[in-house]
């Protein structure tokens, strides 16, 4: 297929990107290069692959980029609650208006494969949330990718997945996701200082959530319509088993509890992967396998920050 994705530069885009070249696929990327990472350098010479670099808001850019496309993966985004408070309106364009605009441009039969976050679902300590749990978003980065979630789905032709929070290797290193920055700091400071620890988080492996987009792709007709929560069915942990997963292989890790500190999406959570299991899909790296991984990247990007904020 042909496909357009925006934000392609970003952290999944670009893990997703290589993955659905090597599939056979045709990619068009549109990013406006917001963190001027040269993520997408490797694959400069797929003559399946091209690149324009502008934003995904202006439809005079979005339209003519769209033209080819059979599908759209819309990841552009402000991602992040942090990163949405310090600039709403932006946060609001990018997130929302910019799927208003993509819905309106695109023709009826061009597929969209929509990235929303399982924060959505907001704070529900004592309960299993599934595709049926009303969304109760508590940030502005919450909001804004719930209500595009329910445009593309309105809008007929398209899927959402609901992902957990995302960890591993990726062209476009972000420490600023919960796995990632806990293996960062127990490599760096050989210390996690953990604020809420009873709070419970699911997670997943980038490299599954851009098979999770590849399996949408090939099995479009009966997933249409629809949402998924796409994450680690044995990885609905609280913050401390996280990081006594990661003393398992940083044994001199000590960790500690805070009064302090508070998450601004007051994520706390278990979530079923039930259903987009139920259709054959299953995850290929474990939490473990990320947490050795992301030690082998702390030895290669060593004190560089990669954060959304
Ligand atoms: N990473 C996660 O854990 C996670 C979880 C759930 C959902 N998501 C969703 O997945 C998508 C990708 O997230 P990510 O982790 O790769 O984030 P990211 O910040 O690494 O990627 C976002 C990309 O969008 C680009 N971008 C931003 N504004 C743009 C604009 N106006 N025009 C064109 N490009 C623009 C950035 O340059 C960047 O390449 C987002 O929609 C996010 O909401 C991510």
Same mark, same amino acid.
């Given at each position: 297929m ?33 963190f001027?990472?040269?993520s ?32 759209v ?15 709403p ?73 609901? /992902?957990?929070?995302?960890? $591993?290797?990726? #062209?476009?290193? &972000?420490?600023? *996701?919960?796995? @990632? =920055?806990?293996? !960062? ?16 988080r ?32 044995d ?20 960790? /500690?509890?805070?009064?302090? $500190?508070?998450? #601004?999406?007051? &994520?706390?959570? *278990?979530?079923? @992967? =039930?259903?987009? !299991? ?7 790296y ?24």
């Amino acid at each position: 297929m042909r496909l357009l994705i925006t934000g392609g530069a970003g952290y999944i885009g670009s893990v997703l990107t290589g993955m659905a070249l090597e599939q056979g696929h045709a990619v068009t990327v549109l990013d406006d290069l917001s963190f001027q990472q040269d993520s997408l350098l490797s694959l400069a010479h797929h003559p399946r692959f091209d690149f324009l670099q502008g934003d995904a808001r202006n439809p005079d850019v979005l339209g003519p980029s769209l033209e080819q496309a059979d599908a759209v993966i819309p990841l552009a985004a402000l991602v992040g609650a942090p990163a949405c408070d310090v600039d709403p309106d932006r946060a609001t364009s990018v997130n929302l208006d910019a799927i208003r605009t993509l819905l309106e441009l695109r023709r009826p039969e061009q597929r969209v494969l929509f990235a929303n976050t399982n924060s959505g679902y907001g704070s529900h300590p004592d309960a299993v949330c599934t595709e049926e749990t009303p969304f109760a978003p508590i940030s502005l980065y919450g909001r804004t990718k719930v209500e595009a979630e329910g445009l593309v789905l309105e809008s007929g032709n398209g899927l959402a997945f609901r /992902l957990a929070t995302a960890f $591993g290797a990726s #062209p476009r290193m &972000r420490f600023d *996701l919960l796995v @990632n =920055d806990f293996v !960062e700091q127990a490599h760096r400071e050989g210390v996690l200082v953990l604020f809420e620890s009873g709070f419970q988080r699911n997670f997943i492996h980038v490299r599954d959530i851009a098979r999770a987009f590849l399996f949408g792709l090939e099995n479009f007709e009966s997933m249409e319509g629809q949402t998924f929560n796409v994450g680690l069915s044995d990885a609905n942990l609280t913050k401390l088993e996280l990081a006594e997963r990661i003393r398992r292989q940083v044994p001199r890790l000590k960790i /500690l509890e805070s009064v302090t $500190g508070r998450d #601004p999406d007051k &994520r706390d959570y *278990l979530v079923s @992967n =039930d259903k987009i !299991e139920s259709l054959g899909w299953r995850p290929s790296y474990s939490l473990d396998d990320g947490i050795a991984e992301l030690l082998k990247v702390c030895r290669l990007m060593p004190r560089r920050p990669y954060r959304n904020i």
